[in-house]
């Protein structure tokens, strides 16, 4: 990815002369670089946004997703797949049933997209302080996709006692073969640590690294990668009919929406599907019972147990819906990210 947003890719174009301006001193004002802390409260702020409105989205998916993974491998299938989960679920609780729990995932998606963006710019930096690439040119794809897992790997240590609590609160808990009330946020915080201590919210941790490592690498490069194939196509398709200041200026501009779109689809789609058994062994490990007698079982152990119980098919329970509800979240997210980072830069 030539940058984390179209803002940022933008200045690795050839910039266009302005126009002359009467107020000198307003034209440099305009043209200063922004600061480091500048750039961090930018992404924390826009990127909490984006995740916001993505999670409001996709949430009613991954709440199908979860139930669909955490199905207990001694009993009897309770759902027969997505369609099923998604009726059984409605007429259980309603559809705002299927919101349940979204107070602290959206909580979640705003310090996790916030985190990603702010840790992908302190991993360009990083490969710019160590020589790889001279600081006046743009990263190469093959170093951003290196910032992405970078990124991911950070944000996977703020991200699980977030996904522990969601997790625990969209899986319906049965007592007798009757379903117990929800716990709240709260409740399920003090359950876990009444239980388990500090340590119990990062139950699951190796799941959600290797999916955020190996995804965030995914969700970044793929974005990017396919970003720079449209810029591509774009430059070839106006080249013929535009002269080289106009194709310059042409190419400065955000791509199309509906390209923009393809990006963060591609992008979502290709983080959720390459590593989603890692999050499917990580939400089985999340939704067993909090204080439960016997050593609690390891990614190790819970990844051992599904394989012998379901094969592969186990693994990959609810990859559908989720592969699905991520292309328009993932669309979303970076669409409002680059959007805010564009028209209201904080200068």
Known sequence: MASTSQARLEAQVPAVSPLPVANTAAQTLELKPKTAIMEIIEDLTYGSTAGVV?????????????????????????????????????????FLGLYRGISAPLVGAALETSSLFVFESL???????????????????????????????????????????KCKIQVPVTEGGVAKAPLGPLAVMRDVYRHEGLAGFWHGQMGTLIREAGGCAAWFGFKETTSKMLRDWNA???????????????????LPYWQQAVAGASAGM????????????????????????????????????????????????????????SAPSSAFIFMVYDGLKKHFPMQ
């Open 236 to 254: 070839k398709r106006w080249a013929g009919t535009m002269t080289p200041s106009e194709l310059q200026k042409r190419l400065a501009d955000p």
């Open 270 to 325: 290709s983080y959720n599907f390459l590593f989603f058994p890692a999050d499917t062994v990580k939400s089985r490990m999340q939704t067993s019972p909090t204080g439960a007698v016997g050593q609690k079982r390891t990614f190790g152990m819970e990844t051992r147990a599904l394989w012998q119980t379901a094969g592969l098919k186990g693994f990959y329970r609810g990859c559908g819906v989720t592969v699905l509800r």
């Open 123 to 165: 991993g360009r930096n990083v490969i710019y302080a160590s020589g790889y690439t001279p600081r006046e040119k743009p990263l190469s794809l093959t170093a951003l996709w290196f910032t992405g897992a970078f990124s991911g790997a950070f944000t996977s240590f703020i991200l699980t006692p977030i996904e522990l609590v």
């Open 54 to 94: 993505g999670k409001y989205i996709e949430y009613p998916f991954d709440t199908v997703k979860v139930r669909l993974q955490s199905q207990p491998e001694h009993l009897p299938l309770k759902y027969t797949g997505p369609l099923d989960c998604f009726r059984q679920s409605i007429r259980a609780d309603g």
